[in-house]
Structures are given as C-alpha cells and as structure tokens.
C-alpha cells in the first residue's frame, strides 16, 4: 500500500517553528521588494500578531504566577536572587562594552530638528519613583496598561495570599494557567504569518535608506550587542555553569532572538520566553517569576543604546569625558535602562538623562533621540532580541547551575 504524499501545508507543519519563521522572513522580503503595495497591506498580519502577544502577556503573567505561588510546596526551591544578579552584572557589563567601544571607534551626528512632542523623564529619581508606584498600581489598570511590574506584584501578593486556600481553589488556578498557556501556544503557532507581515509591512514602509546616513553610528551600536550576545553573555554563564555555555547562548538566540527581534517588544515576547523556558526543563516557580521581570531590568540591549547614543552627542559636541565620567555613564546607562519600558523604542526616551550628566541641553538631547528613531529599524531589533534572549539564557544558566533541569529531557523538548 502506498502511502499518500504529503502536502506542502503538511510538511511545513512537521518543521521546527524556528525554520517556519525564517521561511515567513524570506518571504516578506521578496513580497517587499516584488510588490510594495502588497507588502503593506499584509503588513496587517503583523500587527495582528503583535497584538495578539500583547494581550495575551499580562493576563499570562498573572495567571502563572499567582497559580506557581500558590501550589509551591516547602522545600521547594527557586533562584531568582543568582538570576537577579545575572541580570544587573549582564546589563552593567553591556553598558561599560558600549561605553568603550564609542571611545574605539567615536561617532558624530548630523542633528536635525528636535522632536519636541516627546517626554522623557526628568531625572534617575523619576524613573526609580515610577517603578516604585507602579507596583501599587490598581491591577485593573495594570492589567489594561500592561504594566508588568504592577502585575508581578500583584500576582505575587496574591499567590502568597491563596496558599492557604482550599486545594480545589489551587487546583483551579492551576487549570487556569494550563488553559491561558494553551492560548499562548496557539497564538505563538501563527508566529510565521506574524513574521511575514511585520518584514514585508516594515520594508514596504520604511526601506533602509535613511539608514545610510548612520551607518558607523549602527555599524558601532549593532557590533557591541553581537559581542555582547557572543562573548560576554557566554563568558558570564561560564562563569556560572562551569561548561561550554554556546549550545545554550545559540538556541537562546535562535529561539526567542529571532521573534523578538521582529516584535520589538519585550513584552510582547514573554509568551515566547515562558514557553521557551518550559520547553527546556526549566522549574516553573522559577521562570514564571524571573521570565517578566527580566523583560522589566534586563536590558543589556537598551544600556548599550543609552551609551553609544550619549557618547556620540558627546564627541559631535567636543566634550572632554576623562574616566570616572565614562565609569559614571555605564553605572547611569545601567539604572536608566531598568527603567526602559518593554515597547519599542522604550530606551531612547532615557537618553536625555544620561546627556545630562554632561551638560547637554534637552534640545540637542531630543534631536539624539530623533537619530534613533530614525536607525531604530534595526537598532531597536537588535536591542530586543539581546534582551529578549538573555532573560531566558541568564534564567536557564541559573537553573542548570543548581541542578534544577533535567538537561537529557530538556535537550529533546529544544
């Protein structure tokens, strides 16, 4: 008996999710270039996808969290304070490679008009004030605003709270979780579709030619976020694992990188990083908690932005920056971009307070801005994906570190 030959629908379904995105890419490009109108129209897809994976994160935050707090048994155990610590030496270090490599290789802008519509805060003491508020956020709110930091206490509060309710509550919560996950799995299958509206609307509408202008400034920003993702990411898991750190750092990148690097949103990527996480083996108490908060301070993408940005307003203006001033700027690069929200161009709004720190008026701060805006076709990819990727790398090295994976098991789910 011959066996019916399978339709292409068929094969690509049997293909890893990974190979079915890069097809979706490839495809947008040639819909892009072949035909623009098309392209923008299908760009629709895109932000349908992204949509999607916002409106499901927060309520997916909250359900997870709360049901992983409340059925914790005793003697369980988690490690966010070694991820906590990942977090704030990997964010640290990024802003000190962006710092030097803007002294290695210094660039200059050609300042335009000041965007003056925008707002950024007024100082490192307004953006650890508004964190500071945002976790007594009413949850409705949190939940409309997606404000992921309001929502992880919340959840945290309130799983601690239902421990001690009956087993079928907890048994409920569980069953909540389990069905918000499935969703999450649903929306993440469209993923491709999702991929191919956003490369063929994005390069439909933008182009690449206004990048032409900067491309040292990207050729610098782009080159400290592959070293830091290729070199220092993987040094600092070494240190922490003690074996080779690449099999992991590369299908951190390959699995939550890539669709990150299209969303743009660190929040929009949490579904991917949770599943991601649960596909590895990881402990659920574990990354159901460090998963959104890193999406929240693990920005080692937007430190590098903060300082590469700063530093070329700088050397465009002739500023002097002797070394404490330097060491200064990473240690302010690193504080503002925990406070960089996880939307697109989150980061570029903080790069006026660390301008401040040489004098730089607001005006010319904003016209810094504008530039990023204007590169953040792939500066803001870029930024995502390193940031994106390193919250499930930095949880995952925890993880393996205390032996809290089964490695064999969590090899054949990646």
Not at 108 to 123: D, N, Q
Request: overall charge neutral; some cysteine; glycine content about 8%.
């Amino acid at each position: 008996m011959t066996l019916p030959t399978p339709t292409l629908l068929q094969r690509l379904k049997r293909t890893s999710l990974v190979l079915r995105i890069f097809i979706g890419m490839l495809c947008g490009i040639a819909l892009a270039v072949l035909w623009p109108q098309g392209a923008v129209a299908v760009g629709l897809l895109g932000k349908l996808f992204i949509s999607a994976l916002k409106a499901v994160a927060p309520v997916l935050v909250l359900v997870l969290v709360m049901a992983s707090i409340a059925n914790h048994k005793q003697g369980q155990r988690t490690h966010i304070r070694p991820i906590l610590l990942l977090y704030l030496i990997g964010t640290f270090a990024a802003a000190m490679i962006g710092v030097m490599a803007s002294f290695a290789f210094p660039s200059t802008l050609v300042l335009s008009a000041p965007t003056s519509e925008l707002a950024p805060p007024g100082g490192i003491g307004e953006v650890m004030r508004s964190l500071l508020f945002s976790v007594t956020t009413n949850p409705v709110k949190a939940l409309l605003e997606a404000d992921f930091i309001a929502i992880l206490a919340w959840a945290i509060g309130l799983g601690i709270a239902l421990r001690h309710a009956r087993q079928t509550t907890r048994d409920l919560l569980d069953d909540m979780a389990g069905g918000v996950t499935l969703i999450v799995r649903v929306v993440i299958a469209f993923a491709p579709l999702g991929i191919f509206g956003l490369v063929a609307g994005t390069i439909a509408e933008s182009g690449f030619d206004a990048l032409i202008g900067y491309l040292h400034l990207l050729a610098v920003l782009l080159g400290c976020m592959l070293f830091v993702a290729l070199v220092v990411n993987p040094l600092i898991v070494f240190a922490k694992i003690r074996r080779n750190p690449y099999p992991l750092v590369l299908l951190c990148l390959r699995e939550s990188g890539i669709t990150a690097f299209f969303t743009r949103s660190s929040a929009a990527n949490i579904p991917v990083n949770l599943q991601l996480c649960e596909r590895l083996g990881l402990h659920e108490d574990t990354y159901s908690v460090s998963i959104p908060l890193g999406a929240t301070i693990n920005m080692a993408g937007a430190a590098i932005t903060i300082s590469v940005l700063t530093l070329a307003a700088v050397h465009t203006l002739g500023i002097a920056v002797d070394l404490p001033t330097a060491i200064l700027l990473s240690v302010v690069a690193s504080i503002c971009a925990c406070g960089a929200s996880g939307v697109a161009g989150g980061s570029l709004l903080l790069i006026p307070l660390a301008c401040g720190l040489f004098g730089i008026s607001s005006e010319v701060a904003m016209q810094v801005v504008a530039v990023g805006f204007i590169i953040g076709i792939l500066q803001d990819s870029a930024e995502t994906a390193l940031n994106s990727s390193t919250d499930v790398l930095f949880t995952a090295a925890a993880c393996i570190a205390e032996g809290d994976v089964d490695e064999s098991q969590a090899g054949e789910r990646a």
